[in-house]
């Protein structure tokens, strides 16, 4: 029942910007641990950012500080990755995750996410 629908991917030049959104039905994400993680070819899932279930706490690795926002809409029951200044390292498809329902803290292991969507291609050309 529960779904996470990513949208917002697509090709922007180096430098450009990018906002992903992920609609979440069957859960609230103001309840939730939130975060984005990415895969790109031939490599490992890793945390690019994620909020603790009442937005207090907001976790960037460190290639994306500055440069990456992420937010919810309670209302839309929506989380968001803004993304600026976009290099092509970015490259790669992103996921929405959610963890467990009022996770005091942002956890940065993938294998701790209960519900992912299936995830929106990212590609940042030079």
């Known amino acids: 029942q529960v779904q996470l629908v990513e949208s917002g991917g697509g090709l922007v030049q180096a430098g450009g910007s990018l906002r992903l959104s992920c609609a979440a039905s069957?859960?609230?994400?103001?309840?939730?641990?939130m975060a984005w993680f990415r895969q790109a070819t031939g490599k490992e899932r890793e945390f690019v950012a994620g909020?603790?279930?009442?937005?207090?706490?907001?976790n960037y690795t460190e290639s994306v500080k500055g440069r990456f926002t992420i937010s919810r809409d309670n209302v839309k029951n929506t989380v968001y990755l803004q993304m600026n200044s976009l290099k092509p390292e970015d490259t790669a498809v992103y996921y929405c995750?959610?963890?467990?329902?009022?996770?005091?803290?942002?956890?940065?292991?993938?294998?701790?996410?209960?519900?992912w969507g299936q995830g929106t291609q990212v590609t940042v050309s030079s």
């Open positions: 909020m603790n279930w009442s937005g207090g706490m907001k």
């Open positions: 995750a959610a963890d467990h329902p009022w996770t005091p803290v942002v956890t940065v292991s993938a294998s701790a996410y209960r519900f």
């Open positions: 069957g859960l609230t994400v103001k309840n939730y641990g």
